[in-house]
C-alpha cells in the first residue's frame, strides 16, 4: 500500500506511460502507414483510401492490414454535408442538457459556470423584440459564452490548440473497492469542459447522427445509437438461439471483449474511420493536434502531481474513458472492422422452425462487447470447431490495427445442437486452442 503522495505519483505516471504506449507498434503506428499517414491520417494517401483509389495490395503490409483499409473509403452520400460549422443555438442546448454533476475542467471552469452563463441568455419570447447590443461590452452572461463559441470556431478554422486544453487530469478508480491492485484499476480522464463540448458537436451531433440518417452504419453494432439498446442485442440473440437448438442445428457462439478499448485507440486509424463517415476535417485535425499536445497529470486525494506525461516524451494513445467523442468514434471504426470481417467470414442463414424467416448469424457486437457464431450446413464436430478458431484467430488479426487487443480470460463459447456426448466433448475442449494466435 502505497501512502507517500510522491511515490503515489511516480507509481501512476509510471503505470500510464506503459499503459498507453500497448498500442505502439501497431500497423498505424510504424511504416509504411507511419509514413503515408502521418499521427492524423489527413494525407494524399489518406485522400486516396477515402476515395477507393489507394493501391492496396501492392503495400508490404500483412492481409487484415489490407482488408481494413479497404473497408476505410467513404461512406457519405453528401460531400457537402462534412461541413460541420458550430452552431451556437444548439451547442447552448447541449450545455443545458450536460448534467451538472459531471465532472470537467482541471482549470476550474467547471461545468457549473457554463451553466450560469446561458442562464443570462434572452429567453425565446423576448427574441422577437431583443436588447440592441450594446458596444463591444460584456455586460451579460451571454455575452462571455458567445465569446467562448467564437474562440472555438477560431480554434477549428485555424487548427489551433488552447492552452487549457492541453492539462488532463487521469484519476483511478478501484474497480473492486479495497483493491488497489494497479492492473485492477480504472482510468478516467478529466478534460475542459469546452474541449469536450466541441467533441460533442461533432460526434454527437455530427458524424454519427449523419452517417445513421444515411444508414451508413452496420446493423451488426448496436451500441451509442439512438433506439437500440443491449436488451435489444439480448432478445435477438436469445431468438437465435431458440430458434437454433429448435432446429437441431450445430452451432457454436464465441464472447468476447476488448482490453481497454478507449485507451489503445490510435488516432490516424480512428481519423480515417470518423472520415469515412462524414467528420469534418477541421475537428479531426484538431482533434489529433490537440491529442499530442495533451499534458497527462495524475490527479488523487493528495492533489495533482507535478510531473506529467505526454506524447513527446513517451508515446501515448487511447482517446481514454471520459472523452466525450470516444464512444463514438469507436462505433464508428467498428463498422470498418466489422466490413473487413465479413470480407473474410461468410455469414450463415438459419429458418425459423416454419421456414418464414430467414435470419443471417456471423458477428454482432455491442460497443467492445462482440458475439460471433460458426455454424451452417456442418455435421463434423471437429470442422466447426476448426471455422470457429479460424473466425476467432480474424477477428484477433483485425483488433490490434486499431491498437486494440481482446481479452481472453472475458472470452466464453456455447455449442448448440448437440446430442449430450458430443456436447459434453466440446465443453472440455479447452478455449485456449480458439486462442492459439495468443
Given at each position: 500500500m502505497i501512502m507517500d503522495p510522491d511515490d503515489m505519483d511516480n507509481t501512476l505516471l509510471d503505470y500510464s506511460r506503459e499503459h498507453f504506449a500497448k498500442a505502439q507498434g501497431s500497423p498505424f503506428t510504424q511504416d509504411p502507414l507511419q509514413h503515408l499517414l502521418n499521427y492524423d491520417g489527413l494525407t494524399p494517401f489518406g485522400n486516396q483510401v477515402l476515395q477507393g483509389r489507394a493501391h492496396i495490395d501492392s503495400l508490404p503490409v500483412n492481409d487484415a492490414t489490407k482488408a481494413l483499409l479497404q473497408h476505410l473509403h467513404n461512406k457519405s452520400p453528401d460531400p457537402a454535408a462534412r461541413l460541420h460549422p458550430l452552431n451556437y443555438d444548439e451547442l447552448q442546448n447541449g450545455i443545458k442538457k450536460w448534467p451538472e454533476r459531471t465532472s470537467t475542467s482541471p482549470s476550474g471552469c467547471h461545468l457549473g459556470i457554463y451553466k450560469s452563463l446561458q442562464r443570462h441568455l434572452i429567453d425565446k419570447d423576448d427574441k422577437a423584440h431583443p436588447t440592441p447590443p450594446s458596444q463591444a461590452l460584456l455586460t451579460q452572461g451571454r455575452d462571455v459564452l458567445y465569446l467562448i463559441f467564437d474562440i472555438m470556431s477560431l480554434a477549428l478554422r485555424h487548427s489551433y490548440t488552447l492552452e487549457r486544453w492541453k492539462t488532463v487530469?487521469?484519476?483511478?478508480?478501484?474497480k473492486e473497492l479495497g483493491d488497489p491492485d494497479l492492473a485492477r484499476l480504472h482510468c478516467i480522464m478529466i478534460f475542459e469542459a469546452d474541449w469536450q463540448l466541441l467533441l460533442?458537436?461533432?460526434?454527437?451531433?455530427?458524424?454519427?447522427?449523419?452517417?445513421?440518417?444515411?444508414?451508413?452504419?452496420?446493423?451488426?453494432?448496436?451500441?451509442?445509437?439512438?433506439?437500440?439498446?443491449?436488451?435489444?442485442?439480448?432478445?435477438?440473440q436469445t431468438l437465435e438461439l431458440e430458434i437454433t437448438n429448435l432446429n437441431q442445428r450445430?452451432?457454436?457462439?464465441?464472447?468476447?471483449?476488448?482490453?481497454?478499448?478507449?485507451?489503445?485507440?490510435?488516432?490516424?486509424?480512428?481519423?480515417?474511420?470518423?472520415?469515412?463517415?462524414?467528420?469534418?476535417?477541421?475537428?479531426?485535425?484538431?482533434?489529433?493536434?490537440?491529442?499530442?499536445?495533451?499534458?497527462?497529470?495524475?490527479?488523487?486525494k493528495y492533489g495533482v502531481s507535478k510531473d506529467f506525461n505526454t506524447f513527446d516524451l513517451h508515446p501515448w494513445h487511447g482517446a481514454g474513458q471520459g472523452a466525450a467523442d470516444a464512444a463514438l468514434r469507436y462505433i464508428v471504426l467498428s463498422d470498418s472492422l466489422i466490413d473487413a470481417y465479413n470480407a473474410k467470414v461468410q455469414p450463415w442463414t438459419i429458418l425459423n422452425p416454419t421456414l418464414t424467416l430467414p435470419l443471417l448469424k456471423s458477428l454482432k457486437a455491442f460497443i467492445d462487447d462482440v458475439v460471433m457464431s460458426a455454424g451452417g450446413t456442418h455435421n463434423n464436430l471437429h470442422e466447426l470447431v476448426h471455422d470457429t478458431q479460424s473466425q476467432v484467430q480474424w477477428w484477433n488479426e483485425l483488433m490490434p490495427l486499431a491498437g486494440l487487443l481482446t481479452q481472453p480470460n472475458a472470452a466464453a463459447w456455447f455449442t448448440h445442437g448437440f446430442p449430450t456426448s458430443l456436447e459434453y466433448s466440446v465443453r472440455h475442449l479447452r478455449l485456449r486452442t480458439l486462442y492459439k494466435s495468443q
Open positions: 487530469w487521469t484519476v483511478f478508480i478501484e460533442k458537436w461533432h460526434s454527437s451531433y455530427g458524424f454519427l447522427p449523419k452517417s445513421e440518417l444515411a444508414h451508413a452504419l452496420t446493423l451488426a453494432q448496436g451500441g451509442g445509437r439512438k433506439g437500440r439498446s443491449a436488451i435489444d442485442q439480448a432478445t435477438q450445430t452451432a457454436i457462439d464465441v464472447f468476447l471483449d476488448l482490453r481497454h478499448c478507449f485507451d489503445l485507440m490510435v488516432e490516424a486509424c480512428h481519423n480515417m474511420a470518423c472520415r469515412r463517415h462524414g467528420a469534418a476535417d477541421d475537428y479531426l485535425r484538431l482533434h489529433a493536434q490537440t491529442h499530442r499536445l495533451m499534458k497527462y497529470f495524475v490527479r488523487h
